[in-house]
């Protein structure tokens, strides 16, 4: 089974067994009832959320079985998961991220520009960061550049993107 990264548990809020925990999702996946899995020691330690509330920047989680200070303090800096079998469909024009890494990208000529290595997000949009012959570049991830994605990506390359040496 795939799992997907969305949180990281930064310390123990409480005696009553909250989480601060940095959501690393774009998806909401800290919801009372949802399953998501905390990877402990190389191992995958399925939890079911019992309370979410905000805190800043930050939610505080408490999960079912777990509401104890002494049952979670052990959690510390450990990532939270969603497994694949537990993602929500997408609607059209929605992609998991993690679905985009390592596709091949293409320009609207179809020449081969590159493979995605990741996503960075930024404040004003989200950018590929795309690999190419030994170079690095991005693409704001916006429909005026990324023109089809599918099992590969078509953007819209406009000079000057792609600084070849």
Same mark, same amino acid.
């Given at each position: ?51 979410v509330s905000d ?5 505080? !989680? =408490?999960? $079912? /079985? ?6 979670? #303090?052990? +959690?510390?800096? %450990?990532? &939270?998961? !969603? =497994?694949? $079998? /537990? ?6 024009? #929605?992609? +998991?991220?993690? %679905?985009? &890494? ?57 000079e000057g993107l792609?600084?070849?040496?």
């Amino acid at each position: 089974m795939n799992y997907y990264r969305c949180g990281k548990i930064m310390t123990t809020h409480g005696i009553k067994g909250e989480l601060k925990v940095k959501v690393t999702s774009d998806f909401d996946r800290f919801v009372k009832g949802n399953t998501l899995y905390i990877l402990h020691n190389e191992e995958y330690i399925k939890v079911v959320v019992h309370h979410v509330s905000d805190f800043g920047k930050y939610l505080l !989680v =408490s999960f $079912e /079985d777990m509401l104890d200070i002494n049952l979670v #303090e052990k +959690y510390h800096l %450990d990532e &939270i998961y !969603v =497994s694949e $079998e /537990d993602r929500e469909e997408l609607e059209e024009d #929605e992609y +998991y991220y993690s %679905d985009l &890494i390592g596709c091949p990208v293409y320009n609207q000529n179809q020449v081969f520009r590159g493979t995605v290595e990741e996503i960075k997000e930024m404040p004003q949009c989200d950018y590929l960061y795309i690999a190419y012959n030994n170079i690095h570049y991005y693409v704001p991830f916006i429909n005026e550049f990324v023109l089809e994605v599918t099992d590969r990506i078509v953007i819209q390359e406009i000079e000057g993107l792609i600084r070849e040496n």
